[in-house]
């Protein structure tokens, strides 16, 4: 069994940063994805990390501005977020997938959080 928290969302300015932290109870090291979900719209991916940290995906609307990162023991992801803008308002998601599946596949991950709302204002 696996359990997934995420932390760290909130208000803020454009053109601030916000730490997302995503705590993992489970009894491997996984690969992980961060997606978020817009009112009313479907989940998008956001970022990926391999299950050794080797490995990291972003989408195109975020490469650039955020980055995914884990610790060594492997039970914590975060995903660093600067210069957000509006855009980036969102429920935010971990999620538990594999080194070798699609991970830019929301059907391609076993578990999920329950998520972290990031607001950005304008």
């Known amino acids: 069994q696996v359990s997934l928290w995420e932390s760290g969302g909130g208000l803020v300015q454009a053109g601030e940063s916000l730490r997302l932290s995503c705590k993992i109870h489970?009894?491997?090291?996984?690969?992980m994805s961060w997606y978020r979900r817009a009112p009313g719209k479907e989940p998008n991916f956001v970022a990926y990390?391999?299950?050794?940290?080797?490995?990291?995906d972003y989408s195109d609307s975020v490469k650039g501005r955020f980055t995914v990162s884990r610790d060594n023991a492997g039970s914590t992801v975060a995903l660093q977020m600067n210069n957000v803008n509006p855009e980036d308002t969102a429920v935010y998601y971990c999620?538990?997938?594999?080194?070798?599946?699609?991970?830019?596949?929301?059907?391609?991950?076993?578990?999920w959080g329950p998520g972290t709302q990031v607001t950005v204002s304008s």
């Open positions: 999620g538990v997938t594999s080194d070798y599946a699609d991970h830019r596949l929301h059907s391609e991950h076993t578990y």
């Open positions: 489970g009894r491997s090291i996984y690969a």
């Open positions: 990390i391999s299950s050794d940290a080797h490995t990291t």
